[in-house]
């Protein structure tokens, strides 16, 4: 089949699919990709997949979603991997250092902007900032921005930071 990808056209079946990925280990789940294809008995993540078989880069070309829709259509099951075998897999693969025991938990600050969205920001990661209409949005939308956050660091070979307490002080203004 013939799929346009970032302006351009490729040539894409399923024997080039499986062909790619054999004899190549898949990237290990850094808890940003969540999406696989199982082949030769390994889950792929999808964006490795149309990156072997294509040589473009993993950000900016593509999305998960286009990945998504091209693997299916040639007629592959692309399955959510839970976040609990995510950190699982990146843990047994050596992603995180030793001391990372698969959940971390980020303080973070919820406070409302002029035009009354809710900006979510975690001071320990610094510039790790996101928002919602809602409290609740804020939450999930941060709690994704500290995900990703997370797996550059990682990715990248720096340390997580470690939170060991928060408090709160009065001051008088």
């Not at 940003?32 to 149309?50: A, S, T």
Request: net charge negative; proline share 4%; with cysteine.
């Amino acid at each position: 089949m013939r799929f346009i990808i970032d302006g351009n056209g490729y040539e894409i079946n399923r024997e080039s699919i499986l062909n790619s990925a054999r004899g190549v280990a898949p990237n290990p789940f850094d808890g940003r990709n969540r999406y696989y294809v199982e082949l030769h008995g390994l889950r792929y993540p999808i964006k490795q997949l149309l990156h072997l078989v294509t040589g473009l880069p993993y950000t900016g070309v593509f999305n998960a979603q286009y990945a998504s829709h091209i693997l299916t259509k040639l007629g592959f099951s692309v399955r959510l991997l839970d976040d609990s075998k995510v950190m699982e897999t990146a843990k047994n693969s050596n992603v995180y250092s030793a001391d990372v025991e698969g959940t971390r938990k980020f303080a973070i600050t919820l406070e409302q902007d002029e035009d009354g969205f809710i900006v979510a920001s975690c001071p320990a990661l610094p510039g790790c900032h996101s928002q919602g209409r809602t409290e609740e949005e804020a939450i999930s939308n941060i709690r994704e921005a500290i995900r990703g956050y997370v797996a550059s660091m990682i990715r990248h070979g720096e340390q997580i930071p470690t939170i060991t307490e928060v408090r709160e002080v009065e001051v008088v203004v």
